[in-house]
């Protein structure tokens, strides 16, 4: 697992590339790789002694539990597939079961088995099509007696015939002049076998190109879906597996993409929907949605067409810029998402670890551009932000951004070709369009204008002002979103952060479908320390 890993990793950039629709599930290569992450994460906690059951029943777990995006999801269930013909208690499988050509070509059977099973409506032309007609050579080769190697060089083989045939099968591949994705990404997980067994190098990754665009009227592939759906919805749920069914139903009501997998009890669910309350209220019907994560699809295509547009025309995102955006944040999340908007570097900081002027400078200094804009995304780091041009030969200008959602508004505005002071005014204009507020829990007792306050207690502030306490998150949000929120506004964004609770994230949401439900709703993974959530209202 771990040569697959370091194969989609040096791959992932080419992968991201290969991503055509309107409407994808993000980035194939970041969600497959991820998925993988997960997958080594709950190898190494097993030590070096484990046996084959346990060894595979790590997999998929890990893979269950982290995957991402409908590729992810998809990849999972090959995994899962793979193991548990592995791990099966047998002449030819249990905990020292030896892999040989038969049981190898059993378990791609399996895997696809299990990628087919885990989609509502598949569709030829995607990676389940290339695992499919990989495994179908392969057990062609082991039914004439060929060993390990021979049989997983076949399958290579033939499923690199298949990845090659994908554009035959989908026209919005041949238009693009590429390839589906998420099948490049299974057969690294052969290469990463055949180096495993044979010690041949991984490949090495090509020159990334983008596709080659030819409008904006493609379906999203995967499950034959409606271009419509905007957001694409996904958590894990635990409930009975008796209930599932319905769940996959109410859920294909409601839109496209739908992927279900798990058992015992706890599913892996994805969907692309233009309804989110409607999406979570049914997981809440039949049992308990968490860890749940919304993309806002459409937004998600305007950023990669920025990317591809200003920092990938010769394939290095550092190329240089007239104006470049320096950004403060923290939270892995957060981070991800300032940088598929364009920051180019991003200086650890926020609430109770505000950087200095010298953080700031050395960032700005380093960036390939000679005008520069910073968003300090703070109240308190404005100040500091604002020494920094003093400080070196280039133009550097702040957009006073007192909050992460702030952040994000201001950059649909960035214009990498202009000036300094020409961002500052179109930035600052939209960061304006947006008020925030944020969630987080008193550390000691206090009194405000707003009443008093007791250690423990969840406190809602707008401009750094206590405006709401409560003894709960869901009722600090709820009053704060009935401050934030006016008839003019017609989005909110929700970044939760690493101690958010995936049922009050799941109640907010129902709550705004129930009071607001005319507003769109955008929820994040923003892992941010100290602040549980933050909001905001444009």
């Known amino acids: 697992m771990g040569s697959f890993r370091d194969a989609l990793v040096a791959h992932r950039p080419n992968l991201n590339l290969l991503n055509v629709y309107p409407v994808p599930d993000g980035d194939t290569g970041s969600n497959m790789t991820m998925t993988l992450e997960s997958v080594c994460e709950d190898l190494e906690a097993l030590g070096a002694t484990a046996d084959m059951v346990a060894v595979a029943k790590a997999i998929a777990h890990g893979s269950l539990m982290g995957a991402r995006g409908n590729s992810g999801v998809i990849l999972s269930q090959v ?4 193991s548990a013909t592995f791990s099966h208690d047998g002449p030819s499988g249990g905990a020292e079961t030896v892999i040989d050509g038969r049981l190898m070509a059993d378990g791609l059977t399996a895997a696809a088995s299990a990628a087919y099973g885990a989609v509502m409506t598949p569709v030829e032309g995607t990676i389940l099509t ?6 179908e050579a392969a057990v062609l080769a082991a039914n004439d007696g060929a060993d390990l190697l021979n049989v997983v060089e076949t399958a290579r083989a033939a499923g690199g015939e298949s990845l090659a045939r994908t554009p035959e099968l989908l026209p919005v591949l041949a238009d693009a002049g590429v390839v589906d994705a998420g099948g490049s990404g299974f057969l690294l997980l052969l290469d990463a076998v055949l180096t495993t067994v044979d010690g041949r190098p991984l490949p090495e990754p090509t020159e990334a190109h983008s596709p080659v665009l ?23 749920l635990d409930a009975p597996d008796g209930s599932v069914e319905g769940f996959k139903e109410a859920w294909a009501a409601l839109g496209d993409s739908v992927v279900v997998v798990g058992g015992d009890g706890v599913w892996n669910c994805h969907v692309h929907t233009s309804d989110i309350g409607a999406a979570i209220e049914a997981g809440i019907a039949v049992g308990r949605p968490h860890q749940i994560r919304v993309t806002d699809l459409f937004e998600e295509v305007q950023e ?25 944040a923290t939270g892995p999340g957060i981070r991800d998402i300032f940088r598929s908007l364009g920051v180019r570097r991003i200086v650890l900081g926020g609430q109770s670890m505000n950087p200095s002027t010298a953080d700031l400078l050395a960032a700005v200094e380093e960036v390939p551009a000679d005008d520069v804009v910073l968003l300090p995304n703070n109240g308190n780091v404005i100040a500091v932000a604002e020494q920094v041009d003093a400080q070196t030969e280039k133009t550097v200008r702040v957009v006073p ?7 994000f508004a201001s950059l649909l505005e960035y214009d990498p070709h202009g000036t300094a002071d020409e961002n500052l005014m179109s930035m600052t204009a939209a960061a304006g369009t947006v008020v925030a507020g944020e ?61 958010a609770d995936e049922s009050t994230t799941a109640a907010v949401v129902a709550w705004l479908g129930t009071h607001h439900p005319d507003l769109e709703v955008e929820i994040h993974d923003g892992g941010q320390p100290l602040y549980p959530y933050y909001l905001g209202v444009e």
């Open 130 to 135: 290339v695992v499919r007609e990989a495994a």
């Open 304 to 328: 990669q067409a920025w990317v591809r547009d200003h920092m990938a025309d010769n394939g290095d995102v550092g190329e240089p810029v007239a104006c470049a955006v320096v950004a403060v």
């Open 214 to 236: 030819s409008g904006t009227d493609h379906h999203d592939h995967k499950d034959g879906g409606d271009q419509g759906s905007r957001y694409e919805v996904m958590c894990f």
């Open 79 to 82: 995994l899962r597939g793979l």
């Open 401 to 407: 951004t007192q909050g992460i959602t702030e952040g």
């Open 439 to 499: 969630i987080t829990v008193a550390v000691r007792d206090s009194s405000t204008d707003v009443g008093a306050i007791a250690a423990g207690d969840h406190i809602g502030l707008m401009g750094g002002t206590v405006r709401v306490v409560a003894e709960s998150a869901i009722d600090a949000i709820t009053k704060l979103l009935s401050l934030l929120v006016g008839e003019e506004n017609e989005i909110v964004t929700v970044i939760t952060g690493e101690d």
